[in-house]
């Protein structure tokens, strides 16, 4: 059984950051890339950024040069960077695991970016 384990989310200001963390714990087995995709109340999940094992990055549009991914593949662990922070980054920001084995996803954190 894979876990996730979430921290960093919060109650920010409009310019502000934040540091999100997400460890995978358990029966992990070759890991092909960590990410994090958030959701909006009423909107779709969407992607805002994963990075392979490999250490290739991807970005969503809307937070392209102001977030940041990264890992460290001895601690299963990756993060993400969020700089100028704007009231639409607002959403529950969930961690994602993707193995050969399958898909795992975390419980989820609360981003809150007050104007």
């Known amino acids: 059984q894979v876990q996730l384990k979430e921290s960093g989310g919060g109650l920010v200001q409009a310019g502000g950051s934040l540091r999100l963390s997400c460890a995978a714990s358990?029966?992990?087995?070759?890991?092909?890339?960590m990410g994090w995709y958030r959701q909006a109340p009423g909107n779709q999940r969407e992607l805002v950024s994963i990075?392979?094992?490999?250490?290739?990055?991807n970005y969503g549009d809307s937070v392209r040069g102001r977030f940041t991914i990264s890992r460290n593949n001895a601690k299963d662990t990756t993060y993400l960077q969020m700089n100028s922070l704007k009231p639409e980054d607002t959403a529950v920001y969930y961690c994602?695991?993707?193995?050969?084995?399958?898909?795992?996803w975390g419980q989820g954190t609360q981003v809150t970016v007050s104007s």
């Open positions: 990075i392979t094992w490999a250490g290739n990055t």
């Open positions: 358990g029966s992990i087995f070759q890991i092909v890339n």
């Open positions: 994602s695991l993707q193995t050969i084995r399958g898909e795992y």
